[in-house]
């Protein structure tokens, strides 16, 4: 799926349920025959199916067809701009995963209750993560978020014998990579970057274990 601008904005025609090509072309502000060929290259990789010129998407397809578009050159931040924030959950684990870290996905802790978006283990160590789909970030948002990414991450390693966790906030909507109480703020269009830096850089994070 070669990347360009008209199979980026296609993505937003990407909707559980039927669709027809007309409908598609107006979500997407595009001409029937290039929404016919972005609609026939989705089915093309597995990503939705055809019938009687209706195509069908399901849950999951948005985040599967950007994650083609990402690995054939696409911008990172543009592509997350245009998932929803479950999506960009899914984005961020596979991210991960394509870094042969094993992933745990909105993992329940209970006493008290307390859901951590996604996991990512690898050499013995989690990288616990919070993922902010936020148009907009104040400090005191960010310092609230981690605060709460700390608690999650302490509940977690007294669940976890043995364990030892890193706290992580990814964001949508950021320049740089930024720390505020030695937890990394990391925009996902350096995540990947972070990961390959991760284990160098883990004596500059609070990093924690039972």
């Not at 093309?44 to 998407?57: A, L, R, S």
Request: hydrophobic letters at 40%; glycine letters at 8%.
């Amino acid at each position: 799926m070669k990347f360009n601008q008209i199979m980026l904005s296609g993505l937003k025609g990407i909707i559980p349920g039927g669709i027809s090509v007309e409908d598609f072309s107006v979500v997407i502000k595009s001409n029937i025959v290039d929404s016919q060929n972005i609609l026939d290259g989705y089915v093309k990789y597995g990503i939705g199916k055809k019938q009687d010129n209706v195509y069908y998407f399901e849950d999951g397809d948005k985040l599967k067809a950007a994650i083609q578009l990402i690995k054939n050159g696409g911008p990172l931040d543009e592509i997350s701009v245009l998932l929803d924030w479950k999506d960009f959950e899914g984005l961020v684990a596979e991210i991960l995963f394509s870094k042969n870290f094993a992933i745990i996905k909105n993992l329940i802790l209970t006493k008290p209750r307390m859901e951590i978006d996604v996991i990512g283990i690898r050499l013995g160590v989690a990288m616990l993560i919070d993922c902010k789909h936020w148009k907009r970030y104040s400090s005191s948002a960010l310092s609230s978020a981690v605060k709460k990414q700390i608690e999650r991450t302490k509940h977690y390693i007294s669940k976890t014998p043995g364990a030892m966790a890193v706290p992580v906030i990814v964001t949508l909507y950021q320049d740089k990579i930024d720390f505020i109480d030695r937890v990394p703020i990391v925009p996902v269009f350096q995540f990947s970057s972070f990961i390959d830096d991760f284990y160098g850089n883990l004596d500059q994070m609070n990093t924690l274990e039972t």
